[in-house]
């Protein structure tokens, strides 16, 4: 299977996100860029920052002399991002008190606007915690939210609350002496109400698709592509099963076609049904075994060797996770396995 990564494109989508949000990007490459290989985006795509989920993700990225935001520290890893100097995201009471006893250099802190993921709750907790870290020498240099959904009413009752939160940090540090510049960031999300704070968080968007109606009308360019090979050719009459236990069953004389991936490469046993494309043409996935799987056509002649295209285009991750009943980041994310041959452009 080959997986097809164009960084041209996620430049542009970087440079197109940029230009409508008019803010600068935190770019997130966790999960491996979400699929797409951190350290090639990260060396192709310019950022002051870049986002990545755990201490483990940030430490190559600190290799390239990169600024690496940890959005989800543990306290295991507290010795990591001390040592590497990243900056953590800190959201809990426990993570305070690691961060000072490390010698933590600087961090942003977590708010919980209305996720109820992680992050401080309300005025008081945001107050302290920035206090507790600024008299234990750590530097708080921003302040973050995460919106759980894009409805309008939705993200202005979290900006409310959001906005509470920066005020009580600003106040624990004028309380101590130690006023400094606290920047904001965001989730891209809630761009359109976004106005006041100073950065966004971006992931989906940047690798070529919607993630909300910030994003609406942009025009978007995917970044993977996913092809694999024909691997056998076979006639089956009406009748013939394929697959294990039988799952599908020729309703007439059909065209059928082994082709190398499966559900080890990220292609679903939820995807019998759909449709990949071959020569141009449609065709039906008829099984899925974990490292081939079946396809069918009553009309389309194909041959071994001959491409087919798993991911692409009309066959974007949004569909397939609609036909899978999941969403575009599992998908993503799935096609992410050592055994493809990856290649990037740009």
Known sequence: MKV???LDAIKRNAERLTLACKKPLIPMVKADAYGHG???????LPASCYGVATEEEGIPLRMLEKQVLVTAPSLS????????????LIGEADLVKAAVACGIKRCHIKVNSGMNRLGFRGERECYQAAKMLLKGGVAVEGIATHYARDSDTSVKEQNAAFDKAVLAVKKAAADI???????????????????NYDRLRVGLALYGYHSGYYTAGLPLEQAMRVT???IK?????KGTRLGYSGIYRAKKRMKAYTVLGGYGDGISRSEVGRSVIAAGRRLTIAAVCMDTF???????DLSVGDRVIILSGALGADSIASYRGTIPYEVLLGYNVPRAERIYDG
């Open 294 to 300: 079946e396809m069918v056509s009553p009309d389309v």
């Open 233 to 237: 050719v076979k006639s089956i009459a």
């Open 38 to 44: 951190a350290l090639a985006v990260v060396r192709a």
């Open 177 to 195: 002496g130690k006023v400094q510049p606290i920047f904001t960031h965001v989730t891209g999300s809630g761009a359109l109400y976004a106005q």
């Open 77 to 88: 890893g507290m010795g990591a991002v001390r040592r590497y100097d990243m900056i953590p």
């Open 4 to 6: 097809e990564i164009s």
């Open 228 to 230: 694999s090979q024909v």
